[in-house]
């Protein structure tokens, strides 16, 4: 973020200059004028529902729709799809959520139908693939602290660019935030809502989105946020990927998360008593000294010391020492979620390592599916249409895009530099004194896994105060950490003073 400078010129020429100035501004930084006239939006209000919720009886109504969004010369350029929940007979300054999934390429399927909605979709960790499929009302909502709006970036959901223009244009970090900025606000701006708390929410590289949302509004349009909720963060994507010859750190995040899963699936040496919690600790202080040191002498590490880590390694993760040696005691993840059960003939989930289901090929170096992922997006996809089309009464044939190819997508920012939202956030909580963040961990997440998670608060170089401010939960599931209801239920109750007022 850039500070502006207060104008110290006067008289009719400056006054003149400053005109143009704003002008070139206003047309410099603007990627859709979403300004008037522009045609109604698609939209459908629904009746008056109510529910029971763990705060007691919830009036609401709810809204689907599409936001036209134009450049500045009036011309239609995509339609955005969302969904909004509002709290009946609620206060004049009550919160406003916009919550986002990530892909990038993902619908907001997800936190809407497992999370914060009022429905949610229940998943059963064996079986469960094959409808009918349950999904009920979510006493664990946040539609009890704030208002919700669920959207889908482009080419996701019912969102579409329009004829003519090709949606490949917004296929970026930078583009993307620009585009969801825009949308967040227009949509403020009809509802009235610019002086109420406002927050926004994100999952995976959905946090990467909305850290750079809450910096490009508050940069651009002077817009706060009170607040972000992020769910399996994802900063930095190079910290979550392997075999990369010279970058060797996401090997030591991923360490802990082998841990926890071997420990679940009881591949660890037999330790009386000791808790996963425990596991992940003594892994932890291994990645963190001898590990790191070891990976750092790269080609140097002589073959009896990388064979006493390949060793450690072993009791650490229940994969085979010689197997880890072979592979120059550097474990991808998703030939972990391969190995870990391959004597049985199964592979391991990598949104969530607990899930575990046949192998396709038994031989396989890397896993060739997730089961996880199954057990998950086939019960969430089915409710979703159903409930939108028969419960909202969005009906017109089209199909919901709940996750899309979005390649290539274009992860350098301005200048050429890789995707890092660190800095960004540094910025939020130095220069917005009362911004909050909430930050959920899964233990048994391997998409984003926990100790890269930490990684990334550990290094925002704030003052104490400023870490007052940000809170970081471990949850015992996985990357999607809601559909466990035991930790979606805890996840409410330390959300609800997230959202009080200041006093």
């Known amino acids: 973020m850039e500070m502006t ?3 110290t010129l006067h008289g009719p020429k400056s006054c003149l200059l400053t005109l143009m100035t704003t002008l070139f501004l206003t047309l410099s930084f603007s990627l859709v004028s979403l300004e008037e006239p522009q045609q109604p939006a698609d939209l459908f209000i629904s009746s008056p529902k109510s529910m029971e919720t763990t705060e007691g009886k919830l009036k609401y109504v709810m809204e689907a729709g599409k936001e036209r969004l134009f450049d500045h010369e009036g011309k239609e350029k995509v339609e955005i799809f969302f969904v909004a929940y509002f709290k009946q007979e609620a206060e004049d300054d009550r919160p406003l959520t916009f919550c986002f999934n990530g892909g990038p390429g993902s619908s907001a399927i997800w936190l809407h139908m497992g999370a914060f909605g009022p429905k949610r979709v229940e998943v059963k960790m064996e079986g469960g693939l094959t409808p009918p499929f349950e999904t009920e009302d979510n006493p664990y909502t946040l539609l009890d602290y704030t208002d919700l709006v669920f959207v889908d970036p482009v080419s996701t959901g019912f969102s579409k660019a329009v004829k003519g ?3 490949k244009q917004y296929y970026g970090v930078d583009e993307d935030i620009k585009l969801m900025s825009e949308f967040v606000r227009l949509y403020v701006t009809k509802k009235g809502r610019w002086n109420t708390p406002k927050y926004l929410a994100g999952e995976s590289y959905g946090t990467a989105r909305v850290i750079g949302m809450a910096d490009y509004l508050f940069e651009k349009h002077r817009m706060s946020f009170n607040g972000l909720i992020l769910i399996s963060t994802a900063t930095n994507l190079s910290w979550l990927r392997g075999a990369q010859p010279g970058h060797d750190l996401p090997y030591v995040f991923f360490l802990p998360s082998y841990t ?4 679940y699936h009881k591949r660890l040496p037999a330790k009386s008593r000791e808790t996963v919690e425990e596991a992940i600790a003594r892994s932890r202080s291994y990645a963190e000294g001898p590990y790191l040191l070891a990976l750092m002498q790269g080609d140097q590490l002589p073959d009896n010391e ?3 880590v390949a060793d450690q390694l072993s009791l650490l993760t229940g994969i085979s020492s010689d197997w880890i040696f072979s592979s120059n005691i550097r474990i991808d993840p998703l030939s972990f979620c391969e ?7 199964k592979v391991i989930g990598r949104f969530d390592s607990r899930f575990s289901s046949g192998a396709l090929e038994p031989h396989a170096e890397t896993m060739d599916y997730d089961p996880s992922q199954d057990s998950i997006f086939i019960p969430y996809v089915a409710a979703l249409n159903q409930y939108l089309r028969q419960e909202i009464g969005w009906d017109r044939g089209d199909e919901y895009r709940y996750l899309v190819n979005t390649s290539p997508w274009n992860y350098c920012r ?4 890789q995707m890092n939202m660190g800095s960004s956030l540094r910025e939020i909580l130095i220069r917005i004194p009362d911004f909050k963040v909430y930050s959920a961990l899964g233990i048994y997440d391997m998409a984003t896994p926990l100790l890269s998670q930490e990684y ?3 290094h925002l170089n704030l003052s104490e105060t400023q870490k007052k401010n940000i809170k970081q939960s471990h949850f015992p599931a996985g990357h999607m950490m809601y559909t466990d209801v035991s930790s979606l239920s805890r996840m409410k109750q330390e959300l609800k003073p997230f959202f009080s007022r200041r006093k």
Do not use: C, M, T, Y
């Not at 926890?260 to 420990?263: D, G, I, N, R, T």
């Open 5 to 7: 400078k207060k104008s």
């Open 165 to 167: 223009e090709d949606p």
């Open 260 to 263: 926890a899963a071997a420990h």
């Open 306 to 308: 990388k064979k006493q």
């Open 339 to 345: 190995q870990l059960l391959r004597a049985e003939g």
């Open 414 to 417: 301005a200048g050429n530099v």
């Open 456 to 458: 990334i608060f550990q």
